[in-house]
């Protein structure tokens, strides 16, 4: 074991205010620098040492979760030298410390010399580990306001509530109203605190992709907000009843940003372990100050993370680790699944990404039809792997056979409008808005309204088709092909039908002003007519959402990408799940749109030699 020497003294050192702290190297690579944080009240100087220990030797300690905020420096005393944190470390710093004794913590803007590219390249691969060890895990949302000690009361109620509940209903799932929120003494719909725990909801910690590995691998967290704390898992319980119940819509309260990490908190909490390329777009909603980070951050949670050919490197741009990880992905899978989560390109954070290499950065609407869709509703090529996909030397451009199907020819309007299902208000279009005006939003529900009409009267115009019933086939292009549930002994072509009108009466009268009415529209429906609407929302809103239905010269019919237009070629390529909508730019050089629901071509259908297998150089 190797200490760096070190005198245990709770009086701070002498501060040098004209020395600059200097970073000593770490003798090997496993080991780590804590700082231990003195005693001090209020307006005292934060004053405190860095520590090196061997990782496998480390005395108890706590690893703080924050973002590093606005660029605005602080100086503190660091072994008697100036070190100069950003103003949210410097706040963590001055709330965190005790009166009377000394604390031991881990922090990723002292702990690691960030401006050691060598170094930060070893650490990242230890940060696994040292969140594993940490004991507690301290979340720091920020400093606290005259409404922060509000939003934690109401927490607290909420999660109590929970835990009652859950003890008498396992899943209640039926949207809470106004009436019911008073007799269970929480406050009423107009009531501030719930305004105050929105703005905790959405405090920037949620949004960062590192907070992923630290929280998923804690043995345990604790949320701090100021002087105000509560345990982690406590304050699951309180989002997970907002979700549950639908209380965003009558408090506008959105838990979907802390709820977003129950995924991988509670995979990895059976021992389930995903490879990169599956955790990838689960984490597409988080936001990372340096744009690696979105793939680096994740590599202590995937199954192949370990593996040395995705070692951190600071020094690469972005663009090349995403071409890395995209080229990787395809040789070793066999398939090209990972186009699935090629975006929008007008939405780019990064410009020389070729067309084909999703930008982690950016979080499209549309979920992607592989994985959403299983095995049975999406194999387009039959099964077919993508052996003979080769790549240009510097990973821009892929080189795979397949064979063109069809073109895009009538196209409609993106659905993106909000969904009124139970359990969540907006889905995957909530965002932080300001309330819409009555005359606005009587205009948005009518943009709604005529998109659907639009697409149906698309797919009527059919003058030529492959489905000689149409409606039945428009259906099913809603939901992607997607199974419902068995409601009777009716054919089958009456069962989408019955789904479909279902949702069409619960839709109009629980669509309108943006979910507000969704209680009593629940609570009205028959309770059957309430299941197959609600059912065959979740199924459309997977398959269609950010998506525009389409009609091909063929007379095909289909769900497309936003970027899609008339000429656009429907294609089938090796190792490919789906059909992909391919864009010319010169003979025999393609650019990628994006992948495709056609109905008629998801089970191989089209992979039959009827068409000239032929190559293409996407760019």
Same mark, same amino acid.
């Given at each position: 074991?190797?200490?760096?020497?070190?005198?245990?003294?709770?009086?701070?050192?002498?501060?040098?205010? @004209?020395?600059?702290?200097?970073?000593?190297?770490?003798?090997?690579?496993?080991?780590?620098?804590?700082?231990?944080?003195?005693?001090?009240?209020?307006?005292?100087?934060?004053?405190?040492?860095?520590?090196?220990?061997?990782?496998?030797?480390?005395?108890?300690?706590? =690893?703080?979760?924050?973002?590093?905020?606005?660029?605005?420096?602080?100086?503190?005393?660091?072994?008697?030298?100036?070190?100069? %944190?950003? #103003?949210?470390?410097?706040?963590?710093?001055?709330?965190?410390?005790?009166?009377?004794?000394?604390?031991?913590? &881990?922090?990723?803007?002292?702990? *690691?010399?960030?401006?050691?590219?060598?170094?930060?390249?070893? /650490?990242?691969?230890?940060?696994?580990?040292?969140?594993?060890?940490?004991?507690? %895990?301290?979340?720091?949302?920020?400093?606290?306001?005259?409404?922060?000690?509000?939003? $934690?009361?109401?927490?607290?109620?909420?999660?109590?509530?929970?835990?009652?509940?859950?003890?008498?209903?396992?899943?209640?799932?039926?949207?809470?109203?106004?009436?019911?929120?008073?007799?269970?003494?929480?406050?009423?719909?107009?009531?501030? =605190?719930?305004?105050?725990?929105? =703005?905790?909801? &959405?405090?920037?910690?949620?949004?960062?992709?590192?907070?992923?590995?630290?929280?998923?691998?804690?043995?345990?967290?604790?949320?701090?907000?100021?002087?105000?704390?509560?345990?982690?898992?406590?304050?699951?319980?309180?989002?997970?009843?907002?979700?549950?119940?639908?209380?965003?819509?009558?408090?506008?309260?959105?838990?979907?940003?802390?709820?977003?990490?129950?995924? !991988?908190?509670?995979?990895?909490?059976?021992?389930?372990?995903?490879?990169?390329?599956?955790?990838?777009?689960?984490?597409?909603?988080? !936001?990372?100050?340096?744009?690696?980070?979105?793939?680096?951050?994740?590599?202590?949670?995937?199954?192949?993370?370990?593996?040395? @050919?995705?070692?951190?490197?600071?020094?690469?741009?972005?663009?090349?680790?995403?071409?890395?990880?995209?080229?990787?992905?395809?040789?070793?899978?066999?398939?090209?699944?990972?186009?699935?989560?090629?975006?929008?390109?007008?939405?780019? +954070?990064?410009? @020389?990404?070729?067309?084909?290499?999703?930008?982690?950065?950016?979080?499209?609407?549309?979920?992607?039809?592989?994985?959403?869709?299983?095995?049975?509703?999406?194999?387009?090529?039959?099964?077919?792997?993508?052996?003979?996909?080769?790549?240009?030397?510097?990973?821009?451009?892929?080189? %795979?056979?397949?064979?063109?199907?069809?073109?895009?020819?009538?196209?409609?309007?993106?659905?993106?409008?909000?969904?009124?299902?139970?359990?969540? $208000?907006?889905?995957?279009?909530?965002?932080?808005?300001?309330?819409?005006?009555?005359?606005? /939003?009587?205009?948005?529900?009518? $943009?709604? /309204?005529?998109?659907?009409?639009?697409?149906?009267?698309?797919?009527?115009?059919?003058?030529?088709?492959?489905?000689?019933?149409?409606?039945?086939?428009?259906?099913?292009?809603?939901?992607?092909? #997607?199974?419902?549930?068995? *409601?009777?002994?009716?054919?089958?072509?009456? @069962?989408? /039908?019955?789904?479909?009108?279902?949702?069409?009466?619960?839709?109009?009268?629980?669509?309108?002003?943006?979910?507000?009415?969704?209680?009593?529209?629940?609570?009205?429906?028959?309770?059957?007519?309430?299941?197959?609407?609600?059912?065959?929302?979740?199924?459309?809103?997977?398959?269609?959402?950010?998506?525009?239905?389409?009609?091909?010269?063929?007379?095909?019919?289909? +769900?497309?990408?936003?970027?899609?237009?008339?000429?656009?070629?429907?294609?089938?390529?090796?190792?490919?799940?789906?059909?992909?909508?391919?864009?010319?730019?010169?003979?025999?050089?393609?650019? $990628? %749109?994006?992948?495709?629901?056609?109905?008629?071509?998801?089970?191989?259908?089209?992979?039959?030699?009827?068409?000239?297998?032929?190559?293409?150089?996407?760019?």
């Amino acid at each position: 074991m190797y200490r760096q020497p070190m005198s245990f003294h709770t009086l701070a050192p002498d501060f040098d205010c @004209d020395h600059h702290y200097h970073y000593e190297r770490f003798p090997s690579n496993e080991h780590i620098r804590l700082v231990r944080l003195f005693p001090g009240h209020d307006l005292d100087e934060v004053a405190c040492t860095l520590e090196t220990y061997a990782l496998e030797d480390v005395p108890t300690y706590e =690893a703080l979760s924050y973002t590093w905020g606005l660029d605005m420096p602080r100086n503190i005393n660091c072994d008697g030298a100036v070190f100069t %944190v950003r #103003q949210n470390l410097f706040s963590a710093l001055q709330a965190l410390r005790f009166e009377d004794q000394e604390r031991m913590l &881990w922090i990723d803007a002292m702990s *690691i010399d960030q401006h050691h590219i060598e170094e930060k390249n070893h /650490q990242i691969r230890l940060m696994k580990q040292i969140y594993e060890k940490a004991d507690p %895990v301290i979340v720091w949302l920020g400093e606290a306001d005259e409404d922060t000690g509000k939003a $934690f009361d109401l927490l607290d109620r909420l999660m109590t509530l929970e835990k009652e509940r859950k003890v008498v209903i396992p899943t209640p799932t039926d949207p809470m109203t106004a009436e019911e929120l008073v007799l269970l003494g929480l406050p009423g719909t107009s009531d501030p =605190a719930w305004r105050a725990l929105d =703005a905790i909801f &959405w405090r920037d910690w949620f949004s960062r992709v590192w907070i992923i590995q630290e929280i998923s691998v804690s043995r345990g967290a604790r949320i701090t907000c100021g002087s105000f704390s509560m345990d982690y898992d406590d304050f699951n319980e309180a989002c997970h009843l907002i979700s549950q119940r639908s209380l965003t819509a009558i408090t506008h309260v959105d838990p979907l940003l802390p709820r977003s990490l129950g995924p !991988f908190y509670y995979t990895l909490a059976v021992g389930i372990q995903d490879p990169l390329s599956r955790l990838l777009p689960q984490a597409r909603d988080k !936001f990372a100050s340096n744009s690696s980070d979105k793939v680096y951050a994740l590599l202590g949670l995937a199954s192949d993370g370990t593996d040395s @050919d995705l070692d951190p490197d600071y020094s690469l741009p972005a663009s090349t680790v995403y071409k890395h990880v995209a080229q990787r992905t395809i040789e070793l899978e066999q398939t090209l699944d990972i186009l699935s989560h090629v975006e929008d390109h007008r939405h780019r +954070l990064s410009s @020389d990404l070729p067309s084909w290499v999703p930008d982690w950065e950016v979080r499209p609407p549309a979920a992607a039809l592989v994985p959403t869709l299983e095995a049975d509703f999406a194999n387009a090529t039959r099964g077919i792997p993508a052996n003979n996909c080769t790549f240009s030397e510097d990973g821009s451009v892929l080189y %795979v056979s397949g064979r063109v199907i069809d073109a895009a020819d009538h196209i409609g309007d993106t659905f993106l409008e909000f969904t009124p299902l139970s359990g969540s $208000f907006a889905g995957r279009s909530a965002k932080k808005v300001d309330k819409t005006s009555d005359a606005g /939003q009587a205009l948005l529900d009518f $943009f709604m /309204q005529q998109r659907w009409r639009q697409w149906e009267k698309i797919a009527c115009n059919l003058t030529s088709t492959n489905d000689d019933n149409i409606p039945d086939a428009f259906i099913r292009t809603l939901i992607a092909g #997607q199974e419902l549930p068995d *409601i009777d002994a009716s054919p089958p072509s009456t @069962d989408l /039908q019955v789904y479909y009108q279902a949702w069409k009466r619960y839709w109009v009268r629980a669509g309108p002003l943006n979910g507000t009415r969704i209680s009593s529209a629940y609570s009205s429906a028959d309770p059957r007519d309430r299941t197959l609407a609600t059912d065959f929302m979740r199924a459309h809103q997977k398959a269609g959402y950010g998506r525009r239905f389409f009609t091909t010269t063929g007379g095909r019919m289909g +769900l497309c990408p936003p970027r899609t237009r008339a000429g656009d070629k429907v294609v089938l390529l090796r190792g490919g799940k789906t059909p992909y909508i391919l864009k010319k730019v010169s003979s025999g050089r393609w650019t $990628f %749109v994006g992948e495709a629901y056609v109905e008629g071509l998801m089970l191989g259908e089209g992979w039959n030699g009827r068409t000239e297998e032929i190559g293409f150089e996407i760019i």
